[in-house]
Protein backbone atom coordinates (compact mmCIF):
# COMPACT_ATOMS: atom_id res chain seq x y z
CA UNK A 1 0.00 0.00 0.00
CA UNK A 2 3.08 2.16 0.27
CA UNK A 3 2.47 3.26 -3.56
CA UNK A 4 -0.84 3.96 -3.09
CA UNK A 5 -0.32 6.47 -0.03
CA UNK A 6 2.50 7.89 -2.02
CA UNK A 7 0.33 8.73 -5.04
CA UNK A 8 -2.52 9.83 -2.36
CA UNK A 9 -0.41 12.16 -0.62
CA UNK A 10 1.62 13.59 -3.44
CA UNK A 11 -1.95 14.55 -4.95
CA UNK A 12 -3.13 16.19 -2.01
CA UNK A 13 0.72 18.80 -1.71
CA UNK A 14 -0.01 19.19 -5.09
CA UNK A 15 -3.53 20.69 -5.15
CA UNK A 16 -4.21 21.69 -1.14
CA UNK A 17 -3.84 25.43 -0.84
CA UNK A 18 -2.58 24.94 2.79
CA UNK A 19 0.79 22.88 1.26
CA UNK A 20 2.89 25.46 2.54
CA UNK A 21 7.09 25.28 3.16
CA UNK A 22 6.02 24.41 6.71
CA UNK A 23 3.17 22.30 5.67
CA UNK A 24 6.21 20.49 3.27
CA UNK A 25 8.48 20.21 6.27
CA UNK A 26 6.32 18.97 8.65
CA UNK A 27 4.88 16.25 6.38
CA UNK A 28 8.73 15.01 5.26
CA UNK A 29 9.04 14.24 9.43
CA UNK A 30 5.35 12.21 9.64
CA UNK A 31 6.32 8.41 10.20
CA UNK A 32 4.47 6.92 6.97
CA UNK A 33 6.38 3.79 7.20
CA UNK A 34 3.35 1.79 8.59
CA UNK A 35 2.19 1.57 4.79
CA UNK A 36 4.33 -1.30 4.61
CA UNK A 37 2.08 -3.41 7.11
CA UNK A 38 -1.36 -1.84 5.37
CA UNK A 39 -3.29 -4.54 3.23
CA UNK A 40 -6.02 -2.54 1.98
CA UNK A 41 -6.55 1.68 1.64
CA UNK A 42 -8.76 1.55 4.20
CA UNK A 43 -5.46 0.81 6.56
CA UNK A 44 -4.14 4.08 5.22
CA UNK A 45 -6.67 6.29 7.44
CA UNK A 46 -4.14 6.62 10.29
CA UNK A 47 -1.64 8.06 7.81
CA UNK A 48 -3.72 10.13 6.12
CA UNK A 49 -5.32 12.10 8.86
CA UNK A 50 -1.72 12.84 9.98
CA UNK A 51 -1.33 13.93 6.68
CA UNK A 52 -3.98 16.42 7.24
CA UNK A 53 -3.05 17.18 10.50
CA UNK A 54 0.21 18.66 9.32
CA UNK A 55 -1.74 20.45 6.89
CA UNK A 56 -4.15 22.05 9.63
CA UNK A 57 -6.95 21.44 6.27
CA UNK A 58 -10.04 22.11 8.70
CA UNK A 59 -11.98 22.14 5.42
CA UNK A 60 -11.07 19.27 3.53
CA UNK A 61 -11.63 15.16 3.98
CA UNK A 62 -10.24 11.97 2.25
CA UNK A 63 -12.99 9.34 1.40
CA UNK A 64 -13.12 5.89 0.46
CA UNK A 65 -15.90 4.37 -1.07
CA UNK A 66 -18.08 7.25 -0.53
CA UNK A 67 -17.42 7.40 3.06
CA UNK A 68 -15.14 10.06 5.23
CA UNK A 69 -11.89 8.00 6.35
CA UNK A 70 -9.71 10.80 7.37
CA UNK A 71 -9.88 14.83 8.11
CA UNK A 72 -8.10 17.31 10.47
CA UNK A 73 -8.52 15.66 13.79
CA UNK A 74 -5.51 17.73 15.72
CA UNK A 75 -6.00 21.82 15.66
CA UNK A 76 -2.06 22.44 16.37
CA UNK A 77 -1.69 23.40 12.93
CA UNK A 78 -5.29 24.36 11.98
CA UNK A 79 -5.87 27.37 9.44
CA UNK A 80 -9.10 28.12 11.07
CA UNK A 81 -8.60 31.18 13.47
CA UNK A 82 -12.01 31.17 15.01
CA UNK A 83 -12.06 30.68 18.32
CA UNK A 84 -15.85 31.23 19.57
CA UNK A 85 -17.23 28.42 20.89
CA UNK A 86 -20.92 27.57 19.60
CA UNK A 87 -23.94 28.01 21.91
CA UNK A 88 -24.60 23.94 21.91
CA UNK A 89 -27.79 23.81 22.82
CA UNK A 90 -29.13 26.17 20.33
CA UNK A 91 -27.03 24.36 17.62
CA UNK A 92 -28.20 20.96 19.00
CA UNK A 93 -32.19 22.61 17.73
CA UNK A 94 -30.55 23.86 14.45
CA UNK A 95 -29.47 19.82 14.09
CA UNK A 96 -32.97 18.42 14.96
CA UNK A 97 -34.38 21.29 11.72
CA UNK A 98 -35.83 23.81 14.19
CA UNK A 99 -34.89 26.35 11.94
CA UNK A 100 -35.15 25.38 8.67
CA UNK A 101 -36.07 27.31 5.45
CA UNK A 102 -38.49 30.55 5.71
CA UNK A 103 -39.77 32.92 3.35
CA UNK A 104 -42.34 35.31 5.44
CA UNK A 105 -42.65 39.32 5.00
CA UNK A 106 -41.39 40.92 8.08
CA UNK A 107 -43.10 44.05 8.07
CA UNK A 108 -43.97 46.26 5.57
CA UNK A 109 -42.65 45.44 2.09
CA UNK A 110 -39.17 43.43 3.46
CA UNK A 111 -38.69 39.81 2.86
CA UNK A 112 -37.42 37.53 4.92
CA UNK A 113 -35.94 34.43 3.38
CA UNK A 114 -33.36 31.94 5.86
CA UNK A 115 -31.62 29.81 3.50
CA UNK A 116 -30.16 26.84 5.72
CA UNK A 117 -27.72 24.42 4.60
CA UNK A 118 -28.29 22.15 1.93
CA UNK A 119 -26.92 18.32 3.09
CA UNK A 120 -28.47 15.61 0.25
CA UNK A 121 -31.91 15.27 -1.27
CA UNK A 122 -32.89 16.18 -4.69
CA UNK A 123 -31.60 19.69 -5.35
CA UNK A 124 -33.49 20.90 -8.14
CA UNK A 125 -36.56 20.17 -5.77
CA UNK A 126 -34.69 22.55 -2.87
CA UNK A 127 -33.95 25.45 -5.22
CA UNK A 128 -37.43 25.56 -6.69
CA UNK A 129 -38.22 25.35 -2.67
CA UNK A 130 -36.64 28.13 -2.37
CA UNK A 131 -37.28 29.98 -5.35
CA UNK A 132 -41.28 29.56 -4.54
CA UNK A 133 -40.63 31.59 -1.15
CA UNK A 134 -38.99 34.02 -2.94
CA UNK A 135 -41.16 34.38 -5.92
CA UNK A 136 -44.47 34.59 -2.92
CA UNK A 137 -43.06 37.13 -0.85
CA UNK A 138 -42.67 39.34 -4.38
CA UNK A 139 -45.99 38.43 -5.08
CA UNK A 140 -46.86 39.70 -1.29
CA UNK A 141 -45.05 43.14 -2.60
CA UNK A 142 -41.87 42.30 -1.09
CA UNK A 143 -39.23 44.95 -2.68
CA UNK A 144 -36.28 44.57 -0.19
CA UNK A 145 -34.69 41.48 1.65
CA UNK A 146 -33.25 40.00 4.08
CA UNK A 147 -31.23 36.66 3.05
CA UNK A 148 -30.53 34.99 6.35
CA UNK A 149 -27.13 32.74 6.76
CA UNK A 150 -26.83 32.42 10.11
CA UNK A 151 -27.31 28.52 10.37
CA UNK A 152 -26.54 27.91 6.94
CA UNK A 153 -22.97 25.66 7.94
CA UNK A 154 -22.52 24.18 4.24
CA UNK A 155 -23.70 21.56 1.91
CA UNK A 156 -24.66 22.48 -1.72
CA UNK A 157 -24.42 26.20 -2.75
CA UNK A 158 -26.17 25.25 -6.02
CA UNK A 159 -29.95 25.74 -5.33
CA UNK A 160 -29.11 28.30 -2.62
CA UNK A 161 -27.47 30.73 -5.40
CA UNK A 162 -29.49 29.29 -8.51
CA UNK A 163 -33.23 30.29 -6.18
CA UNK A 164 -31.65 33.77 -5.19
CA UNK A 165 -30.63 35.19 -8.94
CA UNK A 166 -33.18 37.39 -9.17
CA UNK A 167 -31.09 39.52 -6.52
CA UNK A 168 -27.79 39.58 -8.46
CA UNK A 169 -27.02 42.04 -11.72
CA UNK A 170 -25.89 39.93 -14.48
CA UNK A 171 -21.85 39.87 -14.01
CA UNK A 172 -18.73 38.14 -11.65
CA UNK A 173 -19.49 38.35 -8.50
CA UNK A 174 -16.55 36.23 -6.63
CA UNK A 175 -13.56 33.53 -7.44
CA UNK A 176 -11.59 31.49 -5.91
CA UNK A 177 -7.70 31.00 -6.38
CA UNK A 178 -5.33 28.55 -5.66
CA UNK A 179 -2.53 29.10 -3.37
CA UNK A 180 -0.47 30.11 -6.20
CA UNK A 181 -3.05 33.38 -6.90
CA UNK A 182 -4.06 31.31 -10.07
CA UNK A 183 -7.33 30.75 -11.04
CA UNK A 184 -9.18 28.30 -9.03
CA UNK A 185 -13.05 28.99 -10.30
CA UNK A 186 -15.42 31.86 -11.19
CA UNK A 187 -19.09 32.72 -9.73
CA UNK A 188 -21.36 34.31 -12.35
CA UNK A 189 -24.72 35.18 -12.73
CA UNK A 190 -25.74 35.20 -16.43
CA UNK A 191 -28.98 35.07 -18.47
CA UNK A 192 -31.07 34.48 -15.30
CA UNK A 193 -28.76 31.85 -13.53
CA UNK A 194 -26.07 31.07 -11.28
CA UNK A 195 -22.83 29.76 -13.25
CA UNK A 196 -19.48 28.15 -11.71
CA UNK A 197 -16.88 27.80 -14.48
CA UNK A 198 -19.38 28.69 -17.20
CA UNK A 199 -21.42 25.47 -16.09
CA UNK A 200 -24.92 25.13 -14.54
CA UNK A 201 -25.83 22.55 -12.72
CA UNK A 202 -29.41 23.81 -11.83
CA UNK A 203 -31.58 25.53 -14.42
CA UNK A 204 -34.41 27.15 -13.04
CA UNK A 205 -37.08 29.64 -14.71
CA UNK A 206 -35.43 32.85 -15.39
CA UNK A 207 -37.16 34.93 -12.11
CA UNK A 208 -38.46 38.38 -12.61
CA UNK A 209 -35.32 40.50 -11.76
CA UNK A 210 -34.87 42.25 -8.51
CA UNK A 211 -31.03 43.05 -8.86
CA UNK A 212 -31.62 46.72 -7.86
CA UNK A 213 -33.55 46.13 -4.79
CA UNK A 214 -31.83 46.66 -1.72
CA UNK A 215 -30.56 44.11 0.59
CA UNK A 216 -29.18 43.05 4.16
CA UNK A 217 -27.24 39.79 4.76
CA UNK A 218 -27.20 37.82 8.14
CA UNK A 219 -24.06 36.14 9.02
CA UNK A 220 -22.36 34.00 11.86
CA UNK A 221 -20.14 31.49 13.55
CA UNK A 222 -22.35 28.79 11.74
CA UNK A 223 -21.97 30.35 8.35
CA UNK A 224 -19.61 28.23 6.97
CA UNK A 225 -18.39 26.47 3.65
CA UNK A 226 -20.99 26.86 0.91
CA UNK A 227 -22.95 29.46 3.38
CA UNK A 228 -19.58 31.48 3.02
CA UNK A 229 -19.55 30.64 -0.74
CA UNK A 230 -23.06 32.36 -0.73
CA UNK A 231 -22.10 35.41 1.35
CA UNK A 232 -19.03 35.75 -0.98
CA UNK A 233 -21.68 36.07 -4.14
CA UNK A 234 -23.65 38.90 -1.85
CA UNK A 235 -20.02 40.82 -0.75
CA UNK A 236 -19.77 42.88 -3.62
CA UNK A 237 -23.00 43.63 -4.93
CA UNK A 238 -24.39 47.15 -5.03
CA UNK A 239 -27.31 48.09 -2.73
CA UNK A 240 -25.91 45.42 -0.20
CA UNK A 241 -25.13 45.23 3.60
CA UNK A 242 -23.71 42.98 5.42
CA UNK A 243 -25.00 42.35 9.39
CA UNK A 244 -24.25 40.15 12.36
CA UNK A 245 -20.83 38.03 13.08
CA UNK A 246 -17.82 36.74 11.64
CA UNK A 247 -18.16 33.59 9.67
CA UNK A 248 -16.88 30.38 10.23
CA UNK A 249 -14.14 30.48 8.55
CA UNK A 250 -14.38 27.57 6.05
CA UNK A 251 -14.15 30.21 3.21
CA UNK A 252 -11.91 28.11 0.86
CA UNK A 253 -13.15 25.96 -2.10
CA UNK A 254 -12.94 21.98 -2.22
CA UNK A 255 -12.13 19.92 -5.22
CA UNK A 256 -12.78 16.56 -6.23
CA UNK A 257 -10.40 14.01 -7.30
CA UNK A 258 -10.80 10.36 -7.61
CA UNK A 259 -7.38 8.00 -7.22
CA UNK A 260 -8.09 3.86 -7.70
CA UNK A 261 -11.64 4.62 -8.43
CA UNK A 262 -12.31 4.69 -4.46
CA UNK A 263 -10.14 7.42 -3.01
CA UNK A 264 -11.98 11.07 -3.18
CA UNK A 265 -9.87 13.77 -2.03
CA UNK A 266 -11.55 16.63 -1.15
CA UNK A 267 -9.53 19.00 0.52
CA UNK A 268 -9.10 22.78 0.22
CA UNK A 269 -7.98 23.97 -2.75
CA UNK A 270 -8.91 27.66 -3.36
CA UNK A 271 -10.12 30.92 -1.03
CA UNK A 272 -12.51 33.17 -2.11
CA UNK A 273 -12.10 36.25 -3.43
CA UNK A 274 -14.06 39.26 -4.88
CA UNK A 275 -14.23 39.94 -8.34
CA UNK A 276 -10.99 42.16 -7.73
CA UNK A 277 -9.50 39.55 -6.09
CA UNK A 278 -9.69 40.81 -2.72
CA UNK A 279 -9.12 37.29 -0.16
CA UNK A 280 -11.13 36.39 2.42
CA UNK A 281 -8.71 34.11 3.87
CA UNK A 282 -10.23 34.07 7.15
CA UNK A 283 -13.85 34.58 6.34
CA UNK A 284 -16.59 37.30 6.17
CA UNK A 285 -16.57 40.47 8.22
CA UNK A 286 -20.12 41.79 8.43
CA UNK A 287 -20.58 45.73 8.05
CA UNK A 288 -22.18 46.34 11.41
CA UNK A 289 -21.48 43.97 13.93
CA UNK A 290 -23.84 41.94 16.66
CA UNK A 291 -22.40 39.08 18.70
CA UNK A 292 -24.78 36.09 18.82
CA UNK A 293 -24.35 32.76 20.02
CA UNK A 294 -27.93 32.05 19.95
CA UNK A 295 -30.44 33.62 17.02
CA UNK A 296 -33.94 34.37 17.84
CA UNK A 297 -35.26 35.07 14.47
CA UNK A 298 -38.37 36.78 15.63
CA UNK A 299 -38.15 40.50 15.13
CA UNK A 300 -36.67 41.18 18.77
CA UNK A 301 -33.91 39.29 17.36
CA UNK A 302 -31.08 41.92 17.45
CA UNK A 303 -29.45 41.27 14.07
CA UNK A 304 -33.30 41.02 12.14
CA UNK A 305 -33.93 44.67 14.19
CA UNK A 306 -31.06 45.86 12.89
CA UNK A 307 -31.55 44.48 9.18
CA UNK A 308 -35.07 45.77 9.35
CA UNK A 309 -34.43 49.64 10.47
CA UNK A 310 -31.55 49.11 7.90
CA UNK A 311 -34.14 48.60 5.21
CA UNK A 312 -36.78 51.33 5.93
CA UNK A 313 -34.41 53.56 5.84
CA UNK A 314 -34.15 57.16 7.50
Not at 195 to 212: C, F, K, Q, W
Amino acid sequence: MCTELDSIVRTIQRVSFYNTQAAQERIAKLDLSGCAQADSLHELATHLTAVMNALGDHHGRIMLDWGPIAWMSDATYTNNHDERSPDQAFWGEVQRGRYGFEASIRTGNVGYLRIPAVNGGDVQQVAQQFRHGLDSLLAAGADRWIIDLRVNSGGNMWPMLEALAPLFHERRVATTIDRNDGSFAAYDFREGHFERNAYRMIDLPVGTDRSHDPVVVLMGRYTASSGEAVAACFMDRPNTTTIGEATADYATETGWITLYDRVVISVAEGVFCNAQGHQYRHGFIPEVVIPQPAPGFDDADPAIKAAIDHLKGP
